[in-house]
């Protein structure tokens, strides 16, 4: 059985770029419900599809590390094993299988094949833009910011594929993270090109437009759970498609992003705050601010924006206001910044918040005693871990601050 590569069995068939963890932090921007694909195989590896091909990306202090699963290698034993998959091939319609067939499945060299791949990596992570030069930047407009990013280094946007970042935002409407990505792999098992299997997990392209457009799309995916949202998955890649063609998405990269936001919101099942994900997130829109009651809950609470105490949902004007209010605040890369600031407030990062509030209490008491102060780790009769003190009081600090004032 073919299993997920891993750096520490040898680096042989990885490559690399130099990237310091203060431009990139895989962990932070994988998981920040940017992108919905990657998962954690193993300790600081993700694996996940891009391009249309299966990666496995982990990184050391100063390099990110990549190992691109493709046909050339199978005979090293290496990557992917490619399997059939009858069940998504009737779903497809012919053309999309005749096109399939038509691509060229491998390119002319390996070192074309690197170059290409390093390419679509720089792309993927939008590595010419200086994350550090940002950082800065907001810190001296934003004290609250300052003391966020010394926790979040590295939490980069990125420029995913048009098609499958809008497609996967219309599935975000009253959601959550886990079952985003639970619903976004099903339409990619029922719809998508199969790329092959690693540890017995599957893994498939994202649909083509076509594919979702088709007459049968809305009652397949309402039969596996997308309620609603079915329905506007098949009506907006149908409406792309009669209205604009099949390069109009992307397209919307050359426009300006007030006129990309209102040709989004034509579409069935985009909003503001889908809009604005997919203007920041594929169309290269680095203003954007979604706005969403989690963001609104940040202005009120770490910015004490001011509105009408008897707003009680997000209209346009509050919309509008908050998104101004933010690029004014932190610039052309607004939405840079609040991404950093929406990321640190995600629960499952609050335990960095308290491992930063902890080494600072540490700091203090080393500093007032001029000793070192070792944190021993008791535990009782069950086997349950006893905090310390000072753990406790981190679990506060943090408690504190996510309270909205």
Not at 222 to 240: E, M, P, T, V
Not at 367 to 390: A, H, P, Q, V, Y
Request: proline residues 2%; charged residues 30%.
């Amino acid at each position: 059985m073919v299993k997920h590569a891993v750096l520490s069995s040898g680096t042989k068939l990885w490559r690399s770029l130099a990237c310091a963890k203060s431009e990139l932090r895989l962990d932070l921007t994988l998981a920040c419900g940017q992108s919905f694909r990657w998962k954690e195989t193993a300790e600081g590896h993700w694996t996940g599809v891009m391009g249309g091909r299966v990666w496995t990306l982990t990184q050391t202090d100063d390099t990110l590390w990549y190992y691109l699963y493709t046909k050339q290698n199978n005979q090293s034993g290496g990557d992917v094993s490619l399997q059939d998959n009858n069940k998504r091939a009737d779903r497809r319609s012919k053309d999309d299988q005749r096109k399939d067939e038509e691509e060229p499945q491998a390119v002319s060299s390996q070192q074309d094949s690197e170059m290409e791949a390093e390419v679509m990596l720089r792309d993927y992570f939008q590595l010419h833009v200086k994350l550090g030069d940002l950082y800065r930047e907001w810190g001296e407009a934003d004290p609250h910011f300052k003391k966020i990013a010394d926790i979040f280094t590295g939490v980069r946007i990125l420029r995913q594929d048009p098609t499958e970042c809008l497609f996967s935002f219309i599935c975000t409407s009253n959601n959550h993270i886990s079952r985003i990505q639970g619903m976004v792999e099903r339409l990619c098992q029922a719809l998508g090109t199969p790329l092959g299997q690693l540890d017995q997990t599957a893994y498939y392209d994202f649909p083509t437009l076509s594919s979702l457009a088709d007459c049968s799309v809305e009652a397949c995916l309402r039969d596996l759970g997308f309620g609603y949202r079915a329905r506007f998955l098949q009506q907006s890649a149908k409406q792309i498609l009669d209205s604009h063609g099949l390069q109009w998405l992307e397209g919307l990269r050359r426009v300006s992003y007030l006129e990309a936001r209102d040709a989004l919101r034509t579409l069935p099942g985009v909003g503001t705050k889908v809009a604005d994900c997919v203007c920041l997130m594929c169309l290269d829109k680095p203003d954007a601010v979604p706005v969403d009651t989690h963001v609104w809950q940040i202005a009120q609470r770490d910015y004490k924006y001011a509105a009408d105490k008897r707003q009680k949902s997000l209209t346009e004007k509050v919309h509008r206001d908050i998104g101004g209010f933010f690029r004014k605040l932190w610039g052309p890369y607004a939405g840079w910044a609040h991404s950093v600031l929406f990321c640190a407030d995600l629960k499952k990062f609050q335990s960095l918040k308290e491992k930063a509030c902890f080494n600072q209490l540490e700091t203090e008491e080393e500093e007032e005693k001029c000793s070192k102060t070792e944190i021993k780790r008791e535990f009782d009769g069950r086997g349950l871990n006893m905090m310390s003190e000072n753990q406790k009081k981190a679990k506060m600090c943090v408690k504190e601050e996510n309270t909205v004032r």
